[in-house]
């Protein structure tokens, strides 16, 4: 697995315009919305911790989606022609779509620390990138979960329904205070809700119970949809 981990990092990393936009595009948002929110009086900490989860929730599912091209021309069929278990190419998957999920909150917090001139202590800064990074592993997963039901036809459609829903209805972008009380209840109900609560918490020096909370919160999400994805890769095994 080690060998196939290595050639999946080597691969992504050359792709320069994947990780050009995956990084562009949540520091372009934060560029456009932090001083509307500021001048609403949200702190630019708090747009920052939002934009971050964003960016790294959208990197991750993009390469776990991306395995559905992969299955698509048969590269999987391939690999199980190899020494390489399924559990170490599913495992190699999704640390890939957490390397390339750091890069965007480390984006998004260096610009907010230069642009908007937020200010944490080195403990806070860690927390804030690391709390955010960590927390998008059930996302990594999530990809991964869409790249074993869509084809490369489809992918566009089930990947942009998931993120649109996860990112809005989540409260990435909009405080869920402001929902209505049944969209609230939805939202509280997605993953994504929960990552906010760690960047939102980590970017205002927050912690205590409700990061617990939101760290429990996403760690049963990842268990639920590693177990997803294990399944529903051998039922897709057993029909190859």
């Given amino acids: 697995m080690t060998g196939y981990l290595t050639f999946e990092i080597r691969r992504t990393l050359r792709d320069a315009k994947f990780l050009l936009f995956a990084v562009a595009l949540p520091v372009g948002l934060y560029l456009l919305m932090a001083d509307r929110f500021i001048d609403q009086g949200a702190p630019a900490s708090y747009v920052m911790g939002g934009v971050a989860a964003f960016g790294a929730m959208k990197a991750a599912l993009d390469v776990g989606a991306r395995t559905a091209v992969e299955r698509g021309i048969g590269w999987q069929r391939q690999l199980r022609l190899t020494p390489l278990s399924g559990s170490g190419y599913l495992l190699a998957k999704a640390s890939v779509a957490m390397v390339v999920a750091l890069p965007p909150v480390a984006g998004v917090s260096l610009v907010a620390g230069l642009v908007s ?4 202590s080195a403990a806070g800064w860690a927390a804030a990138v690391l709390g955010v990074w960590a927390g998008t592993v059930p996302f990594a997963l999530l990809g991964l979960l869409i790249g074993q039901f869509a084809t490369a036809q489809n992918l566009q459609a089930y990947q942009g329904a998931v993120l649109l829903v996860l990112s809005f209805i989540g409260g990435l972008f909009i405080p869920v205070s402001t929902f209505p009380q049944a969209l609230a209840a939805v939202a509280k109900i997605l993953p994504s ?22 760290a429990l919160v996403l760690a049963l999400y990842a268990l639920v949809l ?3 994805v294990v399944v529903r890769y051998r039922r897709d095994t057993a029909r190859a």
């Fill in 193 to 214: 809700y929960w990552l906010a609560q760690v960047g939102h918490a980590t970017a205002l020096g927050g912690g205590g119970a409700d990061s617990w909370q939101a």
């Fill in 226 to 228: 590693g177990a997803a």
């Fill in 117 to 120: 001139g937020v200010h944490l």
